[in-house]
């Protein structure tokens, strides 16, 4: 009956979060100065053509019905018309979700493995120089925002030094032989490996920039828990048994040290991917984060409408993730 309830109450709070952001966004960008009719229309169109294409997507209405017609429509899947690109807005941005996904788990990967790596090397070398080093490289880390780190890693890798692709997703040039935009996890599954390195050649210097930082946090958090957890009675049991040092920490102390550290890497995922946006301009990657930007400068409504509350998903999807994953690798928890 708990976990019912549990349920329950999931259910309802992510709907209320979901049509929060709904009508947040909706009222936001209405409120936004600039009219996406005008933008559409050459300087000499007449009266009849504006009131034509306002009344075409709905925009002739008041605010209000606009809101619950969009919703409504929203509830059977149709998300409406993009008036910049002129095509269906939920396949667009379906389109486009994939690389957003490669690109945010690649990134996710390569900060899970520094920030575990710097976290053991702290604890495995505690006070010592190389404790302190590890804290310097979080500091820096932490300091430089991830668009600075693509700039650094363009000039650095892509133009002193070329040896990675500094835009776009894939080389035009290559045949692509997918029946999904997953194009990374096909490549794979094809062992069209000619194809999974030329696009990780475009998605390394990305995934590096957003990963720094979350590697950051992830040792920081993962260092302070590991410090704690070498103290308990457990650990100085495995310790008085003979066992070397740096198998009591990744077997003993880290089993429970990096479950908290779990729960804050899940949320700050949702965070890397909306951190996205900036990465994918800078880089030209063909993401969600870059179609975002476009919408917003072309003031294309049902686009951003659409990616806005395609994100709010995603948030709220891996946010209950995270949550079923620590109770179910938490013992309290589970059997609680």
Do not use: C
């Not at 030329?198 to 995934?207: D, G, K, T, W």
Request: glycine share 8%; charged share 15%.
């Amino acid at each position: 009956m708990d976990a019912l309830r549990g349920i329950l109450t999931r259910i309802v709070t992510t709907a209320i979060t979901l049509f929060g952001v709904a009508v947040i966004v909706f009222a936001v960008i209405r409120i936004a100065p600039g009219d996406p009719i005008a933008m559409m229309l050459p300087p000499g169109a007449s009266d009849e053509d504006i009131a034509r294409l306002r009344a075409l997507y709905g925009l002739d209405k008041s605010i209000v019905e606009q809101f619950f017609i969009w919703l409504g429509n929203v509830l059977h899947g149709d998300f409406g018309t993009s008036i910049s690109i002129r095509q269906n807005v939920l396949g667009i941005v379906l389109g486009r979700l994939p690389a957003t996904l490669e690109l945010s788990f690649l990134a996710l990967i390569i900060a899970s493995t520094i920030g575990v790596g710097l976290a053991y090397l702290a604890t495995r070398y505690r006070e010592t120089a190389a404790e302190g080093t590890v804290d310097v490289i979080n500091g820096i880390a932490l300091s430089v925002p991830d668009f600075l780190w693509g700039l650094a890693l363009i000039l650095t890798f892509g133009v002193a030094w070329p040896i990675f692709e500094i835009s776009g997703r894939v080389s035009p040039t290559l045949d692509l032989p997918f029946t999904s935009n997953f194009y990374l996890l096909e490549s794979l599954v094809r062992f069209r490996f000619d194809i999974t390195l030329n696009l990780l050649s475009h998605m390394i210097m990305p995934a590096i920039a957003l990963a720094l930082p979350l590697a950051a946090v992830i040792s920081q958090l993962l260092k302070s828990s590991l410090k704690e957890t070498m103290n308990q009675d457990y650990v100085m049991l495995a310790r008085t048994k003979g066992f070397p040092e740096s198998r009591v920490i990744a077997r003993d102390a880290m089993r429970n040290a990096i479950l908290p550290t779990m729960t804050l890497t899940g949320v700050q995922l949702t965070f890397l991917i909306g951190g996205t946006v900036i990465i994918e301009r800078l880089f030209s990657y063909e993401g969600l984060g870059n179609l975002a930007i476009d919408a917003v400068i072309n003031r294309d409504l049902p686009l951003i409408q659409g990616i806005v509350l395609l994100f709010a998903v995603l948030f709220v999807a891996i946010n209950l993730i995270v949550d079923l994953l620590y109770t179910l690798l938490n013992p309290r928890l589970r059997h609680g």
